[in-house]
């Protein structure tokens, strides 16, 4: 069969959810291209030869932006045979007649391709068999994504994933939704492959985007230091819990001379009761400490905040404001991380929590979300203000959340700060966050079309 892959959003990075089920396609013996709607424009050359379109939704975001890719597959191939795979795939709107794979895809997508299932299937396997080398030749050049920002240049930088899956079950994510607190390894040679063509294509950073590289601590730092040794001079980012920082914190010393110049982190909040909420097995305090093992041991620590739920006071986001300051995280900080609002997909664990209940307003069909409201209506309007400066950035990140500063804490003067911006990746937006009107728009650019909103 002629299969086409298509991505319409992976953080920025070129798409490994389209080049590692293309590597277990081709290995079937299916032809495969791909396109990448992030990047590229809308290629009707790629749908006519098409049999098959696999759409990867990863996230909420990637989701999103395919609704109205798919509705114009099907207006313009109606006979193709249409399918969601990843994360997000249960998500997307019942009207589209597509099969839904979520969880462990690529099995599920190689018996799809064979014409063996339709529908709505979730599957976890967690058995030993190791993923192929992803087909990255299918995809655009590494140039077009996003790239590490250090010491005054910028360099192209890879994706990998080391494993998939979470072993926790913060009550927020979507992956305990689907993984129920399971995970899988994608496997040392695989990954050293990946790293090894990466590099070829001129990557001199890798991020892992494992959803906590310290799920399995032994195998992920056999990982990083078999990566370190075979490709000298690499530099790397990881994504790791606030406890897994703290319950390893003898480590970190050699991660740094491994390479690894950040960490991402998922703080959320410092207001406490909204952490035990969520589930996420820190504290403010927690978060603080964290911080200060990291920065002893040379890492930046670029933290992911969720500062608006339901439950957030009025008093949360200066809170968190003088946590960014007392810490010197300013510039550690994407501004789009001070607007995230919380998403309630189908699924999500918070929809079973009695104190989410009294705030929900409906399902909205097309933001792919249960609504809410706060319970201070000044929340939500702060909320919006904050979007807007995020969005627009036009003077950069220090100064962005330094706009925010000013906002949120009623023109006070905002403590002295280094103005040096730590390593960062150009591409700062979030897993979680709704997409912008600017993605919107790119999308509406690449599917040519004025319908999109």
Same mark, same amino acid.
């Given at each position: 069969?002629?299969?086409?892959?298509?991505?319409?959003?992976?953080?920025?990075?070129?798409?490994?959810?389209?080049?590692?089920?293309?590597?277990?396609?081709?290995?079937?013996?299916?032809?495969?291209?791909?396109?990448?709607?992030?990047?590229?424009?809308?290629?009707?050359?790629?749908?006519?030869?098409?049999?098959?379109?696999?759409?990867?939704?990863?996230?909420?975001?990637?989701?999103?932006?395919?609704?109205?890719?798919?509705?114009?597959?099907?207006?313009?191939?109606?006979?193709?045979?249409?399918?969601?795979?990843?994360?997000?795939?249960?998500?997307?709107?019942?009207?589209?007649?597509?099969?839904?794979?979520?969880?462990?895809?690529?099995?599920?997508?190689?018996?799809?391709?064979?014409?063996?299932?339709?529908?709505?299937?979730?599957?976890?396997?967690?058995?030993?068999?190791?993923?192929?080398?992803?087909?990255?030749?299918?995809?655009?050049?590494?140039?077009?994504?996003?790239?590490?920002?250090?010491?005054?240049?910028?360099?192209?930088?890879?994706?990998?994933?080391? %494993?998939?899956?979470?072993?926790?079950?913060?009550?927020?994510?979507?992956?305990?939704?689907?993984?129920?607190?399971?995970?899988?390894?994608?496997?040392?040679?695989?990954?050293?492959?990946?790293?090894?063509?990466?590099?070829?294509?001129?990557?001199?950073?890798?991020?892992?985007?494992?959803?906590?590289?310290?799920?399995?601590?032994?195998?992920?730092?056999?990982?990083?230091?078999?990566?370190?040794?075979?490709?000298?001079?690499?530099?790397?980012?990881?994504?790791?819990?606030?406890?897994?920082?703290?319950?390893?914190?003898?480590?970190?010393?050699?991660?740094?001379?491994?390479?690894?110049?950040?960490?991402?982190?998922?703080?959320?909040?410092?207001?406490?009761?909204?952490?035990?909420?969520?589930?996420?097995?820190?504290?403010? %305090?927690?978060?603080?400490?964290?911080?200060?093992?990291?920065?002893?041991?040379?890492?930046?620590?670029?933290?992911?905040?969720?500062?608006?739920?339901?439950?957030?006071?009025?008093?949360?986001?200066?809170?968190?404001?003088?946590?960014?300051?007392?810490?010197?995280?300013?510039?550690?900080?994407?501004?789009?991380?001070?607007?995230?609002?919380?998403?309630?997909?189908?699924?999500?664990?918070?929809?079973?929590?009695?104190?989410?209940?009294?705030?929900?307003?409906?399902?909205?069909?097309?933001?792919?979300?249960?609504?809410?409201?706060?319970?201070?209506?000044?929340?939500?309007?702060?909320?919006?203000?904050?979007?807007?400066?995020?969005?627009?950035?036009?003077?950069?990140?220090?100064?962005?959340?330094?706009?925010?500063?000013?906002?949120?804490?009623?023109?006070?003067?905002?403590?002295?700060?280094?103005?040096?911006?730590?390593?960062?990746?150009?591409?700062?937006?979030?897993?979680?966050?709704?997409?912008? %009107?600017?993605?919107?728009?790119?999308?509406?650019?690449?599917?040519?079309?004025?319908?999109?909103?």
């Amino acid at each position: 069969m002629r299969i086409l892959l298509v991505s319409t959003y992976e953080l920025g990075h070129q798409p490994l959810h389209l080049a590692s089920p293309a590597a277990r396609l081709l290995a079937d013996g299916h032809e495969v291209r791909c396109l990448d709607l992030a990047v590229e424009h809308w290629d009707t050359e790629r749908f006519a030869w098409a049999d098959q379109v696999a759409f990867s939704v990863p996230m909420h975001t990637a989701m999103r932006l395919a609704v109205p890719a798919v509705d114009r597959v099907m207006i313009e191939r109606p006979e193709l045979s249409v399918a969601f795979y990843g994360l997000y795939a249960a998500i997307g709107p019942q009207t589209l007649s597509a099969t839904r794979i979520v969880g462990e895809y690529e099995d599920e997508l190689s018996r799809w391709a064979a014409g063996a299932v339709d529908g709505h299937h979730s599957r976890i396997d967690l058995g030993k068999k190791s993923f192929l080398k992803p087909a990255r030749h299918l995809l655009p050049s590494l140039d077009l994504y996003a790239k590490l920002e250090i010491e005054g240049e910028r360099r192209l930088a890879g994706y990998v994933e080391a %494993s998939h899956g979470c072993r926790h079950r913060c009550r927020h994510c979507p992956i305990p939704a689907v993984y129920d607190g399971r995970y899988r390894v994608t496997g040392l040679e695989t990954v050293l492959a990946d790293v090894g063509q990466l590099m070829e294509m001129g990557a001199r950073h890798i991020t892992f985007g494992d959803p906590d590289f310290l799920n399995a601590p032994r195998y992920a730092l056999d990982v990083l230091r078999e990566v370190s040794l075979s490709f000298p001079g690499l530099t790397f980012d990881l994504t790791v819990k606030v406890e897994h920082i703290l319950q390893h914190s003898e480590i970190w010393h050699e991660l740094a001379a491994l390479g690894v110049v950040f960490v991402v982190s998922a703080f959320e909040t410092t207001n406490d009761q909204v952490l035990a909420l969520l589930d996420k097995g820190h504290t403010a %305090s927690d978060m603080a400490m964290a911080v200060k093992i990291l920065h002893a041991a040379g890492i930046a620590v670029r933290p992911s905040w969720l500062p608006f739920t339901p439950w957030t006071g009025t008093g949360d986001l200066a809170d968190i404001m003088r946590f960014l300051a007392d810490h010197d995280l300013y510039g550690s900080t994407d501004p789009v991380q001070m607007s995230i609002r919380l998403l309630l997909p189908e699924g999500s664990l918070l929809l079973d929590v009695p104190e989410t209940a009294p705030f929900l307003t409906g399902y909205d069909a097309d933001l792919l979300t249960y609504t809410w409201r706060a319970a201070d209506p000044t929340i939500d309007h702060l909320q919006q203000e904050l979007a807007l400066l995020a969005e627009r950035g036009v003077d950069g990140p220090w100064e962005t959340i330094a706009q925010m500063w000013h906002l949120v804490m009623d023109g006070q003067p905002l403590p002295d700060q280094s103005e040096n911006i730590p390593p960062r990746l150009t591409e700062p937006w979030f897993c979680c966050a709704e997409p912008t %009107s600017q993605q919107l728009a790119g999308v509406r650019r690449a599917l040519n079309t004025k319908e999109m909103e």
